[in-house]
């Protein structure tokens, strides 16, 4: 039972390049979320989608942009990567939008 | 803004005592709070919750309090353990809401 699944975990990009971090959850849930983690804040909501089809803007969602590919995946993608970006990317998921979430284990991203 | 704020980067507590975290929040409306376990190099896993309905729930080891008027809820761990060495984050939502805003965590060390 794998859960939720990032890949890549770890990857380092120069400044302007794009990029897409893959999530895949096998719970059947119905909504997934992306945050990312910085020291000192906490995590925040990047883009979530309550269900298959929708995607909306959390807190921070400048510079992003997701798919909704089917129920079970969840891509962020980043078309030209600043500095700022440089963080720890956590996808997840939940069975409905006000239920606790399951997370992945982490994308960490490094921009120079 | 930060709406949910932990204020105790860092707890150390001994093996076998209690270790209290604490959670404070500004948006009155938040109605449904959760408490998340981090491991190093791994996802946020879920912990317990509570809604505004209870001023307690209990789980095992684990209880949490609310107390709606003070903004404010806090997590018992009794006895603690060596395993329970991690980062715990609180987190709030409106009920029917589908946002969870976390807080920037609190380190817990216990002390074998």
């Known amino acids: 039972n794998a859960g939720v699944t990032q890949t890549p975990k770890f990857q380092v990009l120069k400044t302007g390049q794009s990029m897409t971090l893959q999530c895949a959850q096998d719970?059947?849930?119905?909504?997934m979320y992306w945050y990312r983690q910085d020291p000192g804040m906490g995590l925040r909501l990047i883009y979530y989608s309550a269900s298959e089809g929708t995607t909306d803007k959390g807190e921070v969602p400048n510079g992003y942009n997701v798919s909704r590919l089917n129920k079970r995946e969840f891509s962020l993608r980043l078309e030209s990567a600043a500095p700022s970006q440089t963080s720890v990317y956590f996808c997840?998921?939940?069975?409905?939008?006000?239920?606790?979430?399951?997370f992945g284990d982490g994308t960490r991203l490094s921009i120079l | 803004d930060q709406q949910v704020k932990q204020n105790s980067p860092s707890l150390s507590v001994q093996e076998g005592r209690i270790s209290i975290l604490n959670c404070d929040y500004t948006n009155s409306m938040f109605d449904y709070f959760l408490w998340y376990k981090k491991y190093p190099a791994e996802g946020p896993t879920f912990l317990i919750s509570?809604?505004?309905?209870?001023d307690k729930n209990e789980d095992g080891r684990f209880t949490v309090f609310l107390n709606k008027s003070a903004k404010h809820l806090s997590l018992h761990i009794v006895p603690s353990q060596p395993g329970d060495s991690a980062v715990y984050f609180c987190?709030?939502?409106?009920?029917?809401?589908?946002?969870?805003?976390f807080g920037t965590g609190t380190s817990l060390t216990v002390i074998p």
């Open positions: 997840a998921s939940s069975e409905m939008e006000d239920q606790p979430q399951h």
């Open positions: 509570i809604s505004s309905i209870k």
């Open positions: 987190a709030a939502s409106l009920l029917t809401g589908n946002q969870f805003y």
């Open positions: 719970m059947n849930h119905n909504s």
